[in-house]
């Protein structure tokens, strides 16, 4: 739950007077133009950046801009990590770093996309790299996952396989996922609800059948990628 959020960098706001509440246990999709302000957001949600006005609340808690939530896991493209440990040392590692930590389930996630447990992290693909750092996400046993274009140099094969496991594993345990991605299309897919960003400010929030229904009737904006394409443009009246 955010309230009047904003963060302010030498160059000027990023994220501005933003209100917005993450309903739990949806797959929302955080979504708007290069420099809109999603990762400045997501940020703050994670508790690694600090407000510079508002409050925000997760799970009752008040991130403190310093570190990552216990019960948050945070996914970025450039998932870091180690190249040199193997596939079962990064799991280790996630065993150490979190108390919650699951192993059996973060080690049947790595089978499942069938990467090898000895492998060095470094030697591994793209798409084998995003699955060990989802098995790592998960293998927390979050409430709350946040993932800032995770898919963003995936194959298409690679993507549906990822979105796959995410969409599955999160709605079978109830996990609110935060989605951030550019490719509108395939977020129809797996998304109930949206966050537009323009401009560094909330330009459309809400349940995606109800922003279908709420457009019903205008031309082009018959399906969610199209709506949010549209807003994006600021085609849209204010
Ligand atoms: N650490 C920083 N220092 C200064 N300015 C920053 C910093 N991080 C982001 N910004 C600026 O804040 C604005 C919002 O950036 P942000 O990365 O949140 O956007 P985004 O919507 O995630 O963009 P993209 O889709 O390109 O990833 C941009 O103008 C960016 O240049």
Redesign the pocket.
């Known amino acids: 739950m955010a309230e009047e959020l904003g ?1 302010k ?7 501005r007077e933003s209100t917005l509440t993450i309903p739990a246990g949806r797959v929302v999709a955080l979504v ?12 703050m949600v994670t508790g690694l950046l600090r407000p510079t006005t508002g409050r925000i609340r997760v799970f009752g808690d008040v991130p403190n801009g310093r570190g990552m939530h216990p019960a948050v896991a945070f996914l970025t493209q450039a998932k870091p990590l180690y190249p040199q440990f193997t596939v079962a040392e990064t799991l280790k590692y996630g065993r150490h770093a979190n108390p919650g930590w699951d192993q059996a389930y973060a080690e049947g996630l790595v089978e499942r996309a069938q990467v090898p447990f000895e492998a060095k992290v470094g030697t591994l693909s793209g798409g084998q790299r995003t699955r060990v750092a989802l098995a790592l996400a998960l293998g927390k046993r979050p409430r709350l996952l946040v993932l ?2 995770p898919l963003a140099d995936l194959d298409p094969l690679a993507r549906e396989a990822v979105l796959e496991t995410l969409v599955q594993e999160c709605r079978g345990q109830g996990i609110t996922v935060l989605l ?1 991605s ?1 490719v509108l299309a395939e977020l129809e897919d797996v998304c109930d609800h949206l966050v537009l ?1 323009t401009d ?1 400010r909330i330009r459309l929030a809400g349940d995606v059948d109800e922003l279908l229904r709420a457009h019903a009737g205008r031309p082009g904006m018959d399906r969610l990628s199209r709506l949010a394409l549209a807003y994006m443009r600021e085609e849209v009246a204010a």
């Open positions: 963060k960098y030498p160059r000027g706001w990023a994220l708007g133009p290069n420099g809109a302000g999603k990762s400045t957001l997501m940020g800032d274009e951030s550019h960003l560094g």
